[in-house]
């Protein structure tokens, strides 16, 4: 085991090792590809060579079965006439079955079997009949009690058939004694009427010796009716006691079924199937014409393939033989091919661990090895070149932040401190301002002068330090005009002429301004473009309003003054667009209604921006804040 971790950490460790590896994978994946087609057109080829071979056997076993048969039909054919010649002598209706015997060997018995009192006087029926008993032939009369031949299978289907019959198999008690089948072929009177049925016996063992074939070590020969009884196998006790139906049910194989179902349909072909016997087998079946019934051969599957497990026996150990050869010689040729890159790796570590000035090892090879020694060199010259610049930068770096930590710092504050520092028994206020990046455009402002509260919400458009330097010099405009002026339309209109001016950048600002009467709760306020704010009583509306034009597009924009009488415990909500604006990973906002979801005037100022925070930032989650989040929150007191 531990060998086998020594190995397997080799190869992680060397490029040589894991060069030959994947190169052997890839000749063992082709090879084994290529040897899986040409395995599988090699069986297929096999498979119609030798299904060729056997229908071949078995069409000469056909002819030689069939010929028989036919020479039968002839032989029952020729003697229709000499029984309609000799229907006034029933002695000699003997002789004719006996001189078919005689001129036949074949035949193992011979009646002629008259319809049902056609002769009144030989009783109701009366069947002359010739049969082998050793080497002498005898004769009776067939029918009787014992013995009613009309509901025979040999007799009645001529009958019906109005034509030459072969019968399925059966062992005839009544007549020869011996399992046999029968060719019957009915006589017809000149009207069309039945008049005998003449009859010929074939032995089922004399068939049987014609399937004696052994054209396969280890396989067999059997013979099939048309109902699928065995007419001949190599286990007696099969033959006409069994059908292949019977015993496929018998030991469980469908698949005999439905090769069984091929055969009594008259087909031909070669099944793979799994024989009780043989195990993995194939079967070829073809039909016999005259009779309809069907010659088979079963043979073992590993005898049809046994040249073809010796081939790839041999061509295995020859693959073998050749893999271990070629990763021999791979690995030997890969580790003197990249032996340079060993010592050029140990160059590169001194490099890596930061001497940039380490020395290089000469590579002599006019090859990618000298191509990757002149890149490192160059690398390693511009790696000391930037290694200087990014020093530089981190120093502007630095410097950077420490300006921007300074005016943050600064920007917070020209802001209101929280809590207020005033006090005032008529309203409590509460006010929050997170920026998106260490200086932001959004502002708010508010003081309390002459027993009203002037207060102010705004957002810059853009971000970062132009929008502070906007913001900046909003906030200190309305602090210098609203501290002496009290008509909102000149405060804002003032502001709004000073941001006009020289604002090249073109940039403006959405702003909320409003006063209102601590004593009466007279709320007058003017809305430059800014989202109206929310008032929470028992209700929750938006603060109706004619917004104008946000600050600094037009220094002559008009601006309307609205007016709002604020009752006892009355809460103003004031916000900008990065509270609803707030967005998630899945790129959904806060939105209006989750934000009215979170108002509430039982809270205070202060725990209705602490709620409200909470709520954006569970619904932002692990998104980045893409807007500055301002909130001023005002709740009047009537006392």
Known sequence: MASVKAWIGLVRRSLASRISLWVVICVVVILTVTAFFGNYYIVKGIKLEESVKANGILYIVGQRINTGFISIEVAVRNHVDDIKDNLHDTDALYRITQRMLDDNPAIVGSAIAFRPNYFPEKGVWFSPYSYRDGDTIRTKQLGGEDYNYNKMDWYHTPDSLKQDYWSEPYFDKGGGEMPMTTYSYPVMDEAGNLIAVITADILLDDLSKLLEIKYYEQGYACMISRDGT??????????LRQTIFSVAEKMGLPELKEIGQEVIDGKSGMRRWKSPSYGDAYIFFVPLQHTGWSIAIVCKASEVFKDVYKTVIFLISLFGL?????????????HRLIAPLTTFTMAADEVARGNLQAELPDIHTKDEMQQLHHSFSTMQQSLARQMEELKQVNEAKGRMEGELKAATDIQLSMLPSMPPKFTDKHIDLYASLEPAR?????????????????????????????????MATT????????????????????INKTTCDGNETLMFVTFFMGVLDLKTGRLRYCNAGHNKPFVVSDTITELSAKPGLPLGIDEDAPYVVGEYD????????????GLTEAMNVQLELFGRERLIDQLTREVGCKGQ????????????????????????VIQYKNE
């Open 230 to 239: 065995f007419i001949s196998h190599p286990i007696k006790e099969l033959v």
């Open 322 to 334: 050749m893999l271990v050869l070629l990763t021999c010689l791979l690995w030997r040729g890969v």
């Open 438 to 470: 260490e200086v932001g455009g959004d502002l708010f402002d508010f003081f309390i002068r002459d027993g009203k509260l002037f207060f102010c919400v705004g957002d810059v458009s853009g971000k970062g330090v132009p929008a502070a330097l906007v």
């Open 475 to 494: 906030l200190s405009q309305f602090r210098n005009v609203a501290s002496y002026k009290d008509d909102l339309t000149q405060i804002i209109t003032s």
């Open 566 to 577: 604020m009752t006892d415990g009355t809460m103003l909500f004031l916000y900008t667009d």
């Open 609 to 632: 921006i602490e709620k409200m925070i909470q709520a954006v930032h569970q619904f932002v989650g692990d998104a980045p804040q893409s807007d500055d989040l301002t909130m001023l």
